[in-house]
């Protein structure tokens, strides 16, 4: 009787906590959305304050901030609809490098917008600014929830008998979630931890640790990646790069000739 009650626990806890993740990780990607019109709305307040008083350059940089925010909320709505079942694995998606680099980059659009004398010298921008400013800060927080969503903790050997089949899985080193893979933390290291070699930035393709991936966080000249299906792929490049069509590597810009 002990062993059918640790059974059905066992089935049962598993099915329970993933409904759980699955809703509240629905309600934190909504919330966010909702925060991202909000954020949106507010620029174009913001814009429309520029625009009355003649600052084409605060206007413009509203216009830069609002094409990323565009462009992270796109993002975004890939992550609410592709990952509700194993949020832990949004961070390291294509989706969701997208919208970590693009909602940086307006927030680097807004800090250069705060820090324009007219900001401070016209009350007009007063409220407009403000709500940008709190919106950033709330979009970001509920983005942070999903980037550190955590990872469902490897099975455990069991006591009972009943349990000798778990306990081999556990042996040879097995993930709970099929679609991960065991991969040594290091090299030379005896842990290991379960990764998604489709997606995980670090290890596309293969355990880094056993030379069988790629880190795509270390191709050289890039800004921008994701691992998509194993591949690492590169969305944007650093300065003096540029993205060849051919391999969608970044190379050097090709050097001036000097005469």
């Not at 640790?6 to 089935?11: C, G, I, V």
């Not at 917008?113 to 016209?122: K, L, R, V």
Request: charged share 15%; proline share 7%; glycine share 8%.
């Amino acid at each position: 009787m002990k062993f059918f009650i640790f059974a059905l626990a066992a089935a049962v806890l598993p099915a329970i906590q993933a409904s759980g993740n699955a809703v509240n990780f629905r309600s934190t990607c909504s919330t966010v959305n909702n925060q991202m019109g909000t954020l949106f709305g507010s620029l174009a307040q913001l814009k429309s304050v520029a625009d009355r008083l003649g600052h084409a350059h605060i206007s413009n940089k509203c216009d830069e901030a609002r094409g990323h925010l565009g462009d992270a909320r796109t993002a975004w709505g890939g992550i609410s609809s592709n990952f509700g079942g194993f949020p832990w694995q949004a961070r390291s998606s294509p989706h969701g490098s997208i919208c970590q680099a693009r909602m940086s980059d307006c927030g680097s659009c807004l800090d250069w917008i705060f820090a324009q004398p007219e900001i401070s010298q016209y009350s007009d921008y007063q409220a407009p600014a403000h709500s940008c400013r709190r919106t950033y800060d709330s979009c970001q927080t509920g983005c942070r929830q999903v980037w550190n969503w955590p990872s469902p903790p490897r099975p455990r050997p069991s006591q009972y008998a009943g349990y000798r089949r778990q306990l081999a899985d556990t042996e040879h080193r097995s993930c709970p979630n099929v679609q991960e893979t065991s991969c040594p933390i290091t090299s030379n290291a005896t842990g290991y931890e379960c990764i998604d070699t489709q997606t995980e930035l670090t290890s596309c393709g293969g355990c880094e640790s056993l030379n069988e991936g790629e880190n795509c966080l270390a191709i050289e000249g890039a800004d921008t990646v994701g691992c998509e299906k194993g591949q690492c792929r590169v969305f944007s490049a650093l300065p003096g790069y540029v993205i060849n069509e051919t391999n969608g590597r970044p190379e050097p810009l090709p050097q001036p000739i000097s005469f």
